[in-house]
């Protein structure tokens, strides 16, 4: 899945080397057996974050944004709903510019995509996004976020 704004829509290349390269990993890679932890896929252009966690009722999650990197978040075990709105006039509550990392107030509409192993979706800087929130009860999930270096 690919959502953004008619605004931005030819504003990227979802399908460059960087972003073939990061699918290309999630596709060959036998994600399950690995550690949590990072792994260079094109140096610092490209990099697998793989986490393992327990959901959260979204209420006890914040939607991130992040200005360097597109997130190709992929879910390989588990199921999740992800919350997406756009950026755009979202209140700041908390900034972390070294991480790549904002943190917003929640916002008065918002989506959510149910998210189930085999799923990903790609996150552009321009949007505003909530991960690891419940689908009923918490569940343990292992995905990979792909960053990719605008």
Known sequence: MYECSIKISEKYDYLSEKFKAG?????E????????????????????NVQSYTTEPSDKRKFEAHDKYFDIQYVAEGCEY???CHREGLKLSE??????LYFFEEPEVSGMILLGAGD???VEPEEA??????????????????????
């Not at 699918?23 to 596709?27: I, S, T």
């Open 120 to 122: 990903l979706i790609v």
């Open 82 to 84: 992800f919350g997406v």
């Open 129 to 150: 996004h909530k991960p690891r929130c419940s689908v009923g009860e918490p569940v343990k999930v292992k995905k990979v976020v792909v960053k990719v270096k605008i």
């Open 23 to 27: 699918y290309k990993w999630l596709a």
């Open 29 to 48: 890679t036998d994600i399950k057996a690995l550690a949590d932890g990072a792994y260079p896929i094109m140096g610092d252009d490209v990099i697998a």
């Open 95 to 100: 900034s972390h510019p070294e991480k790549d």
